[in-house]
C-alpha cells in the first residue's frame, strides 16, 4: 500500500521560507495526482496545492498563489512544496495526500486515497 511521510515543517518568522517533503513508499509517486493541504487549529481543511499525475498541471489556492510551488522529484520519489513569503495565516498543520492521475480538481479534497500524517508549519510575526 502506498505510504506517505510529510516532513520539513518547522517554526519561521513571517516573511520567510519553508520546503516541505512528501516522500512515498510502496509505489512509485510520478503517475499519482499529489495534493497538499492545510488545517489551521478550529478551521476546516483547505486544499493548497495540486500538482496532476496525468499532465504535471499545477494549480494552487489563490490564498497561496504567488508564494508556493509545488513540484516533484521522480527520482526521489517525493513531491515538495516551496513555500516562500510565509505570512502568520499559514500556520497549520500541512499534509500531503495522492490520488489517481484522473483528477481533474487538484485541489479538492474528494477523490485523493492516501494521505500522510501532516507535518506543522508555525509562522510568526
Known amino acids: 500500500q502506498l505510504q506517505l511521510v510529510e516532513s520539513g515543517g518547522n517554526s519561521v518568522q513571517a516573511g520567510g521560507s519553508l520546503r516541505l517533503s512528501c516522500t512515498a513508499s510502496g509505489y512509485n509517486l510520478d503517475s499519482y495526482t499529489i495534493g497538499w493541504f492545510r488545517q489551521a487549529s478550529g478551521k476546516e481543511q483547505e486544499g493548497v496545492a495540486g500538482?496532476?499525475?496525468?499532465?504535471?498541471?499545477?494549480d494552487y489556492a489563490d490564498s497561496v498563489k504567488g508564494r508556493f510551488t509545488i513540484f516533484r522529484d521522480n527520482a526521489k520519489n517525493t513531491v515538495y512544496l516551496q513555500m516562500n513569503s510565509l505570512k502568520p495565516e499559514d500556520t497549520a498543520v500541512y499534509s500531503c495526500?495522492?490520488?489517481?492521475?484522473?483528477?481533474?480538481?487538484?485541489?479538492?479534497?474528494?477523490?485523493?486515497?492516501?494521505w500522510g500524517q501532516g507535518t506543522q508549519v508555525t509562522v510568526s510575526s
Open positions: 500538482l496532476s499525475g496525468a499532465d504535471g498541471n499545477a
Open positions: 495526500a495522492a490520488g489517481p492521475s484522473t483528477m481533474v480538481v487538484l485541489t479538492a479534497l474528494g477523490g485523493y486515497d492516501y
